[in-house]
């Protein structure tokens, strides 16, 4: 066993760093991965918003109605619902703008990386409850649009509209897809913390 | 400056605990009170949830159309929306049954805890997203049927099922009262893990 007096063992001592520098300077490397996926998610949320918006705002239809010869039109401010959607999907769509911004400047200096973490994963889930609901809303009253209800006698409305019907239904699926994403992250922010723990 | 070798300091080391022991025998206070708040809160989910299924399933209500001179009923299984909203929260109960066990557990052998936080962290997110769609759903749907839209002549139709929809109404308060609480307990999960780094 080398002893402290060892001269061999004193100039190997020497000449390895202290290891609390060793440990700073040396970035952990999943944690830095976990910051690109961050990063990934939320450039796929901002795309996923950005375009739900743009296909919802650009869903109006006009036709004329062959029974009446009257030209009518469907956009997207005749239903509450609709609405909602929109304005559920701008808030989210500029919460992923600047949690993008926050996310890179988290990954280029990690003593930001804590104490956004805490605070992504409080918003993410409070933007995933906006997102989620939005979807079913918009989700509920295009299923009537589409299949309308016997039972209460409430027309569908797509086969008469039906690029406004298609716009609606992408709009849709894309939210829902945001709304995963949001899971995602959510779930990710979570990770990150325990294994903070772990490590 | 007590040296090992000192007879006195040597008596004081033997009766105090080991270090790892102390730490383990003393319940950390704050850590328990997270405990008891995500027990109550779970408790919160299991009643708001099986009080909006008992509402909905209950909300058949049978009215004679005076023009048509016919028996008319109206129930939650005449629209999609309301199937999905039922099922969503049926989940969610049974959800909230195993987690209100498995927290309870958690609070009485706290080996448990770290184990379950995690997963609950995890999970509690997922049916976020799964109670917030339902309630946008049926809160979208239930809009139409309280006010319905003229644009695409969808008649509203709480003018004559008022006890229907007072159930749908209460039944959609009662699910967004949920998808409230799921949102906290996903930030006392999230909090409980950001206070163990800190501990």
Known sequence: MASSTDPEFAAKEATLPPKSLAKSDVPPPRRSNCSVVDVALRVL???ATLVAIILMVT???SKI???LSVKRSAKF???PAFIYFVVAMAVACFYSIITILASILA???PTFHKKFLLHFA???VLILGLVASATGAAGGVGYIGLKGNNHVQWMKVCSTYDKFC???GSSTA??????VVLVLLSMLSTYSLHKRIRD
């Open 59 to 61: 869903s109006e239809e």
């Open 166 to 168: 298609r716009h609606i």
């Open 107 to 109: 990954t280029l200096k």
């Open 174 to 179: 894309l939210a829902l897809f945001a709304a």
């Open 122 to 124: 409080f918003l993410d």
């Open 65 to 67: 109605v062959p029974i």
């Open 45 to 47: 949320l901002f795309s």
């Open 77 to 79: 401010t005749h239903s």
